[in-house]
């Protein structure tokens, strides 16, 4: 069975600071790993996916995350983060198998202070 | 770009109501997903369909039916309502031969159902 666990439930940093969010997953076969953002009140967005190409993967508003095999991680960053990334963020992962389902960690409540 | 259309988007029932929650995917879309994340929570796989046949289930309550129509929407029917099931619940659609979830399929932004 395929888990995703994301640690800490929420992260503050200031804005123009690093953002990092950790991701670990579980899979019993080799995983597609996916990043959403969920503004407030609205749907989920993704925002990169890991499908066994690059291991560095770079998605959408500056974020990128790197697929490390042998950490069983997909940690999600950004260099400089800005007020408007405030949002929830969720780590997801699929066994990729035809139209397999995602499944979701907790989520990570992103804070921006100015 | 069109995206995945769910109505209503707020809805409020009682207890022991039936709902009944609709989801339009991109055209040409071929398979429709259902996800319910509770307040606070993730969310969670309930039923998927491909070619108007159910292709997955997931924690669907047997309370809870779902189909696919000839133009690929969907509806997600909802009996018996419990305050429990106060949830957003999301529709995802992918195109044929993008593999569902490897392509990241798309979200719409949810029906928010209140049960009061």
């Known amino acids: 069975a395929q888990s995703v666990t994301q640690l800490g439930s929420h992260v503050s940093v200031s804005e123009g600071a690093l953002v990092l969010l950790r991701c670990n997953y579980s899979?019993?076969?080799?995983?597609?790993l996916f990043w959403y953002v969920q503004y407030p009140n609205q749907g989920l967005q993704l925002l990169l996916k890991?499908?066994?190409?690059?291991?560095l993967v770079k998605g959408i508003n500056g974020f990128e995350a790197e697929f490390k095999k042998s950490e069983t991680s997909f940690h999600l960053t950004k260099p400089s983060a800005h007020m408007s990334d405030a949002a929830e963020y969720f780590c997801?992962?699929?066994?990729?198998?035809?139209?397999?389902?995602?499944?979701f960690g907790k989520g990570t409540m992103l804070l921006v202070s100015p | 770009a069109a995206g995945v259309i769910q109505s209503p988007r707020h809805l409020i029932k009682e207890k022991r109501e039936t709902a009944t929650l609709k989801c339009y995917p991109i055209?040409?879309?071929?398979?429709v997903y259902w996800y319910q994340q509770g307040p606070g929570q993730d969310p969670q796989f309930l039923i998927s369909?491909?070619?108007?046949?159910?292709?997955d289930k997931g924690s669907i309550p047997d309370r809870f039916s779902a189909q696919q129509f000839s133009d690929y929407h969907s509806e997600l029917n909802m009996s018996s309502l419990e305050l429990g099931d106060s949830a957003l619940y999301f529709c995802?659609?992918?195109?044929?031969?993008?593999?569902?979830?490897?392509?990241?399929?798309?979200f719409g932004s949810g029906t928010r159902l209140t049960v009061v």
């Open positions: 995802a659609s992918s195109a044929p031969g993008q593999g569902g979830a490897i392509a990241g399929y798309t």
């Open positions: 899979s019993s076969v080799p995983p597609y």
């Open positions: 890991y499908t066994s190409a690059a291991t």
């Open positions: 997801a992962v699929s066994e990729g198998s035809g139209y397999s389902t995602l499944t």
């Open positions: 055209p040409r879309h071929d398979t």
């Open positions: 369909f491909y070619e108007k046949m159910q292709s």
